[in-house]
């Protein structure tokens, strides 16, 4: 079946969070799996997930976000009990004992199976934050909030997380 005539589902990922990124990417992978063509629009803090170097800074502020902002998906915190950075210790303590897959690991089973990435080109310019900085994978483009929209408009699911 060609990506023309797959169903799709398109995700926001919005969250940079440990525990969404995990059901971000849980879907992600599983939907594409079931034959969805799946796109994910990273934004804002969902960036993070995508980042593999923390690239020069032009701007005090872009700095401070730049070394705020994680990089990559080993660094990610809880949404809700984070306790000052123990709660994604204990999380991934109780994955590896669940034999759980971890952020990373969903992350690359996603792009095994060609989950198209977007990556927010406004958060990206307002950031600071450069295409080398990101992840190299061959299905992660660039776009603004309308190549977004071209493509959920024809979805047949879209979630924001």
Known sequence: MSEQTKSAICIILFS?????ALSALAMAWTAAGEGFAVHIFFSFWGLALLRKER???HH??????KLLLP????????????????????????????????????????????????????????LGISKA???D??????GAVNTFLDIAKSAEIQLFI
Do not use: W
Request: charged share 25%; net charge negative; hydrophobic share 40%.
């Open 71 to 126: 990089v990559g998906p080993d660094k990610l915190g809880l949404s809700k009990l984070n306790f000052a950075g123990l709660g994604p210790v204990f999380m991934n303590k109780l994955l590896r004992l669940r034999e759980t897959e971890n952020v990373s690991q969903l992350l690359q089973m996603a792009m095994e199976r060609n989950v198209h990435f977007i990556a927010c080109e406004g958060t990206l310019e307002m």
């Open 60 to 65: 005090p502020l872009e700095r401070l976000f």
């Open 16 to 20: 940079g969070d440990l525990d969404k």
């Open 55 to 57: 690239g020069p800074a």
């Open 133 to 135: 900085e990101l992840i």
């Open 137 to 142: 994978y061959s299905n992660l483009t660039t």
